[in-house]
């Protein structure tokens, strides 16, 4: 299956509406369930609708998996799902979406650096501005514009678990190239979702989700649909296959997006207000995500964002088929 750049881009910009809607969504329901109780709903959705998409585009034979795989997928599972999940629920009852979807902003920053870390490679004088800015314009958002804050401990513990979220998912995005190399996107997100699901099982029935369940309102089960079938299932899957045709740092480059789409929904639907320090500090964020991509990928002599067709077509052929 051969894609053009424009596949490609059309499957992570869809990721990032998704994933910016989730801040919202996510605000909505943090409101009225426990955060594992939320995350496992959301994952046993999603892993449900994943492992039906390897079934009917491949059988039962799609989501097999050598053993030696297990330690790998248990930690995608622990990390993008299980650790990602509950410092997201948690984060977002103390703090305002917007403001979470801004903070997150850096991840491709972070996921550049500890690209240049495993690589034993340098980053440039450029490439170290760009991060420097953007971990400024982060500290803008948390501290309303007085960065020196962050010093004097004066940030939300609700932010401190949206930074939380940042780690989770660098180590995520980077976890999963290797693994992709042996299996398809689809059944890796599909693994790492049913792992993340299991570690959050007992934390969740110890926080009573069965209980809970009778009581959900229909707009949370919607809110829950949301995440757990369209921006997890598809937009997972989506990522997955993008990191496996263009890398890690490529794909996370398009994560800039996030920030934008999530101050979107959240002033529309939730009516939030966002002071003008989170704006300056979101676009210190993006210009930053937007020169470290630029320098580290012409260092590579490749394009920032995007390699040749050619080399999409032969990444996509190297996958197979979903």
């Known amino acids: 299956m051969r894609w053009s750049r424009w596949t490609v881009f059309a499957m992570l910009l869809g990721s990032m509406a998704l994933w910016g809607g989730t801040w919202p969504v996510g605000r909505m329901i943090a409101g009225s369930l426990a955060p594992f109780n939320a995350a496992f709903l959301r994952f046993l959705m999603a892993t449900a609708g994943l492992a039906g998409l390897c079934l009917l585009t491949g059988g039962r034979r799609s989501l097999a998996f050598p053993r030696r795989l297990f ?4 930690l995608l599972g622990a990390t993008g799902i299980f650790g990602y999940s509950f410092l997201f629920f948690t984060g977002l009852k103390t703090t305002a979406a917007a403001r979470g979807g801004l903070i997150i902003g850096c991840i491709p920053v972070c996921i550049a650096i500890a690209g240049a870390v495993m690589a034993r490679r340098r980053p440039s004088a450029s490439a170290m501005g760009g991060i420097l800015l953007s971990l400024l314009g982060v500290a803008f958002v948390m501290t ?21 979220c940042v780690v989770c998912w660098t180590a995520y995005t980077l976890l999963a190239k290797p693994v992709m190399a042996e299996l398809s996107p689809l059944v890796t ?3 790492s979702c049913f792992f993340g699901v299991l570690l959050m099982l007992p934390f969740a029935i110890s926080g009573g989700v069965w209980r809970d369940v009778p009581g959900i309102r229909p707009r949370d089960w919607l809110g829950l649909f949301y995440l757990g079938i369209l921006a997890t299932s598809f937009a997972y899957h989506w990522y997955y296959k993008a990191i496996h045709s263009v890398g890690p740092v490529a794909a996370g480059i398009f994560i800039n997006l996030v920030p934008l789409f999530a101050l979107l929904f959240s002033v529309v639907f939730l009516k939030e207000t966002v002071h003008v320090s989170q704006l300056v500090g979101g676009l210190m964020v993006i210009a930053g995500v937007v020169v470290t991509a630029m320098v580290m990928g012409s260092r590579r002599g490749e394009p920032a964002a995007w390699p040749d067709r050619q080399r999409v077509g032969a990444a996509a052929e190297v996958s197979g088929s979903n």
Do not use: E, H, S
């Open 71 to 74: 330690p790998r997928l248990l």
């Open 144 to 164: 309303r514009g007085v960065p020196l804050d962050v010093l004097r401990g004066q940030v939300k513990a609700g932010d401190l678990m949206i930074l939380g």
């Open 189 to 191: 997100v599909t693994w």
